[in-house]
T-cell receptor, first 115, second 115 residues
């Protein structure tokens, strides 16, 4: 069964520093990997989706990389701001017929950016 | 704007009562999902549906029921058989086929509290 791990569980950085968030998964047979942001008491907001054939995706200050062979993805957030404080989750879409669409989520990394 | 609407945002229930959470999407997505989120835990899949009039149990389906009579709607009923229903419930959807990226979108969530 696919397992998704996010380390560390929590992270605090001063404003302006770059953020590096890690996501690892045990089975490289995936359709895609998605990064989400969740603010307290809110739903999840999709940040980036990387298809299995891609190595990275970029959106503004966000860049996500994918290395299927090593089972890892990294989300980089450049020049962090207090508004980046949130919980960040990754999820993989497994490439198995009986698991179609049943994304496996990591537990998330809670980020605090201090002014 | 296209999106997923969940209602109510907050719901209080007495023990022994059934309650139904609404989820409506206007994204023309085939697949819809219900997740449960508890403090300090990751998302757990309750039920999912890949097409109208069909749905499958997720990892924690006991004490819950769903229906999928319309493509746009996927209501979740929390029955009195659910022993610990207090949680944050999230509905999600995604498209299928070559014109869809497989990106998963979420609603804003419904918080259920049992009194």
């Amino acid at each position: 069964k696919q397992e998704v791990t996010q380390i560390p569980a929590a992270l605090s950085v001063p404003e302006g520093e770059n953020l590096v968030l890690n996501c690892s998964f045990t089975d490289s047979a995936i359709y895609n990997l998605q990064w989400f942001r969740q603010d307290p008491g809110k739903g999840l907001t999709s940040l980036l989706l990387i298809q299995s054939s891609q190595r990275e995706q970029t959106s503004g200050r966000l860049n996500a990389s994918l290395d299927k062979s090593s089972g890892r993805s990294t989300l980089y957030i450049a020049a962090s701001q207090p508004g980046d404080s949130a919980t960040y989750l990754c999820a993989v879409d497994p490439m198995t017929t009986d698991s179609w669409g049943k994304l496996q989520f990591g537990a998330g990394t809670q980020v605090v950016v201090t002014p | 704007d296209g999106g997923i609407t969940q209602s109510p945002k907050y719901l209080f229930r007495k023990e022994g009562q059934n309650v139904t959470l609404s989820c409506e999407q206007n994204l023309n997505h085939d697949a819809m999902y219900w997740y449960r989120q508890d403090p300090g835990q990751g998302l757990r899949l309750i039920y999912y549906s890949q097409i109208v009039n069909d749905f499958q149990k997720g990892d924690i389906a006991e004490g819950y029921s769903v229906s999928r009579e319309k493509k746009e709607s996927f209501p979740l009923t929390v029955t009195s058989a659910q022993k610990n229903p207090t949680a944050f419930y999230l509905c999600a959807s995604k498209g299928r086929g070559p014109r869809n990226t497989g990106e998963l979108f979420f609603g804003e969530g419904s918080r259920l509290t049992v009194l």
